[in-house]
């Protein structure tokens, strides 16, 4: 893993900055967000020692507006109440949620999981902030309310004046939640081609796995309830902001064949880039820097989504 000393050293020098701004948009532009090798850095005019750590920097402070979003849904959910003071604040704006209440579950095993996820989301962003240092940025402003009832009427799971709350009952809470968890797997798999330092990698990798288990678990009891129909709309959805290629998948095939592990045809999970991701939390297939789960953006340079209408 880290080791936090250094990492933490290399990051608070490097910090997000015209440089990190300059080498990541430019790597995105020619590499389509590919690996970015010693050769790929140097015919973008910007040597390794120059462009590694600030990028992975940016990128893992892309992950952590993520994680904050994570971590306040679930904690919401499972505890009704958001993410410690200690753990919001750094650089860029600092934002509010707004939604989010405790979930009366009516089984104690889903609260549990819930409890479980919550823990695991929240640790993922003081374990992210400890080695970002002083460069980790704020939590973003957070929408748990209007946002949720946009993703539902655009997966038409509810008509045009109805709302959807997904903190009234289990099932609803569920499908809220995997509208999350397949996004994550995917954005730290696609970010995974950026992070050229191995202890980087694999504390994404070791991230990646548990957003994967939070992912299967969900699938698994969305398709136990019989929600299979329910999730693949949210699925549509998703594949309708994040590009013309039909990637995602719901956990069942026609409503009732499990496919509870989205994979191709050699059994690999795909990937978003992280404009793809942000097209997703946006909840628009147009390129911009803030809407749906974001009202006022991401926080750090990687804050805009790609142009997919």
Same mark, same amino acid.
């Given at each position: 893993?880290?080791?936090?000393?250094?990492?933490?050293?290399?990051?608070?020098?490097?910090?997000?900055?015209?440089?990190?701004?300059?080498?990541?948009?430019?790597?995105?532009?020619?590499?389509?967000?590919?690996?970015?090798?010693?050769?790929?850095?140097?015919?973008?005019?910007?040597?390794?020692?120059?462009?590694?750590?600030?990028? @992975?920097?940016?990128? *893992?402070?892309? =992950?952590?507006?993520? +994680?904050?979003?994570?971590?306040?849904? $679930?904690?919401? %959910? &499972?505890?009704?109440?958001?993410?410690?003071?200690?753990?919001?604040?750094?650089?860029?704006?600092?934002?509010?949620?707004?939604?989010?209440?405790?979930?009366?579950?009516?089984?104690?095993?889903?609260?549990?999981?819930?409890?479980?996820?919550?823990?695991?989301?929240?640790?993922?962003?003081?374990?992210?902030?400890?080695?970002?240092?002083?460069?980790?940025?704020?939590?973003?402003?957070?929408?748990?309310?209007?946002?949720?009832?946009?993703?539902?009427?655009?997966?038409?799971?509810?008509?045009?004046?109805?709302?959807?709350?997904?903190?009234?009952? @289990?099932?609803?809470? *569920?499908?809220? =939640?995997?509208?999350? +968890?397949?996004?994550?797997?995917?954005? $730290?798999?696609? %970010? &995974?081609?950026?992070?050229?330092?191995?202890?980087?990698?694999?504390?994404?990798?070791?991230?990646?796995?548990?957003?994967?288990?939070?992912?299967?678990?969900?699938?698994?009891?969305?398709?136990?309830?019989?929600?299979?129909?329910?999730?693949?709309?949210?699925?549509?959805?998703?594949?309708?902001?994040?590009?013309?290629?039909?990637?995602?998948?719901?956990?069942?095939?026609?409503?009732?064949?499990?496919?509870?592990?989205?994979?191709?045809?050699?059994?690999?999970?795909?990937?978003?880039?992280?404009?793809?991701?942000?097209?997703?939390?946006?909840?628009?297939?147009?390129?911009?820097?803030?809407?749906?789960?974001?009202?006022?953006?991401?926080?750090?340079?990687?804050?805009?989504?790609?142009?997919?209408?």
């Amino acid at each position: 893993m880290f080791g936090k000393s250094v990492v933490r050293d290399m990051i608070n020098r490097s910090a997000e900055n015209e440089t990190d701004r300059r080498v990541f948009l430019k790597a995105a532009g020619v590499a389509g967000l590919g690996t970015l090798g010693a050769g790929s850095l140097g015919a973008l005019g910007a040597s390794p020692a120059e462009a590694a750590t600030p990028t @992975e920097s940016a990128v *893992l402070n892309f =992950a952590l507006n993520l +994680e904050y979003l994570e971590a306040e849904f $679930y904690h919401r %959910a &499972a505890y009704g109440r958001g993410l410690d003071s200690s753990l919001i604040g750094g650089t860029g704006t600092l934002g509010s949620v707004s939604g989010g209440r405790k979930v009366h579950f009516a089984t104690k095993r889903l609260r549990s999981v819930a409890q479980e996820i919550a823990g695991d989301e929240t640790h993922h962003v003081a374990f992210l902030r400890q080695n970002l240092g002083s460069a980790a940025v704020s939590r973003p402003k957070i929408d748990l309310y209007h946002s949720f009832t946009a993703a539902a009427r655009a997966a038409g799971l509810i008509k045009k004046h109805q709302r959807f709350d997904p903190f009234a009952n @289990e099932n609803n809470f *569920l499908l809220a =939640a995997f509208i999350f +968890e397949d996004v994550g797997v995917t954005a $730290y798999k696609g %970010a &995974a081609p950026l992070i050229g330092n191995s202890a980087y990698l694999e504390a994404a990798a070791g991230i990646l796995a548990v957003e994967a288990y939070h992912a299967g678990i969900i699938r698994e009891k969305l398709y136990d309830r019989g929600l299979g129909y329910a999730a693949d709309k949210i699925s549509r959805a998703r594949d309708s902001l994040d590009g013309t290629t039909d990637l995602d998948q719901g956990p069942a095939k026609r409503g009732y064949r499990a496919n509870l592990v989205p994979t191709d045809a050699n059994g690999v999970a795909f990937s978003r880039s992280p404009q793809q991701v942000l097209n997703v939390v946006y909840l628009n297939p147009a390129a911009t820097t803030s809407g749906g789960f974001y009202p006022s953006g991401v926080n750090g340079v990687v804050n805009t989504s790609g142009a997919n209408g």
